[in-house]
């Protein structure tokens, strides 16, 4: 069967530290993966798809950036962290026209 | 682009009673999900539904497929304290190169009083 971690599960920075985020599916190949951040417990928000290796597309122009060095793994990055940047970030895979999330990593910049 | 209105936003009810909530959306969708989100957890998927006019049952949760292809509803049956959570719908539309993206809902805020 397939899984999905991320981790950290919590995570507090300081505004302008970098930040590194980390997703990784089991279980399956080749998988569409997505990142969203949910602000306050509601709505979720596509900041980045991949369709394959290397392959990303942002939705949103931001502070953050993705990458997908391997095939079931997905990073989402920022360099300098802004306070708006905090939220509950949650990495997703689909399965042919379902779509499966993540446990989420909680972000407070301080 | 696309708009999901999900209503109603709350609902506080009492055990026992059955819950109903829906979606709309400005666009076809081809495929409707609905999940649920426990706090500081992921959402979880509960149900999914491919064809117009679909209705399918996940124990006391029944969705349905509108004709139209624009809404979904939600019904949650007998209620119990562990429904308590955020639903949220999601949308996938045809064709065009939405990479399997899915359009969200803002979600509906369940309590359940004892």
């Known amino acids: 069967s397939q899984t999905i971690h991320q981790w950290p599960a919590t995570l507090v920075q300081p505004v302008g530290s970098p930040l590194s985020l980390e997703c990784t599916v089991e279980g399956t190949s080749n998988p569409n993966l997505y990142w969203y951040r949910q602000a306050a417990g509601r709505g979720l928000q596509l900041l980045f798809y991949?369709?394959?290796?290397?392959?990303i597309s942002s939705e949103v122009p931001q502070n953050l950036s993705a990458s997908r060095p391997q095939d079931r793994q997905f990073i989402l990055s920022s360099k300098k962290l802004l306070l708006s940047d905090s939220g509950f970030y949650l990495c997703?895979?689909?399965?042919?026209?379902?779509?499966?999330f993540g446990p989420g990593t909680r972000l407070t910049v301080t | 682009g696309q708009q999901l209105n999900q209503s109603p936003q709350s609902m506080f009810i009492q055990e026992g009673e059955d819950v109903s909530m829906n979606c709309t959306s400005s666009?076809?969708?081809?495929?409707w999900l609905w999940y649920k989100q426990d706090p500081g957890e992921g959402p979880v998927l509960l149900i999914a539904?491919?064809?117009?006019?679909e209705l399918t049952s996940n124990g006391r949760l029944t969705a349905q497929f509108g004709i139209t292809r624009k809404d979904s509803f939600l019904n949650i049956s007998a209620s119990i304290p562990s429904d308590v959570g955020i639903y949220f719908c999601a949308g996938r539309s045809t064709g065009g190169t939405s990479y399997g993206k899915l359009t969200f809902g803002q979600g509906t805020i369940l309590t359940v009083h004892p």
């Open positions: 539904l491919y064809k117009a006019g």
């Open positions: 666009s076809i969708f081809n495929t």
């Open positions: 991949s369709v394959g290796i290397g392959q």
């Open positions: 997703a895979w689909r399965d042919f026209n379902e779509q499966y």
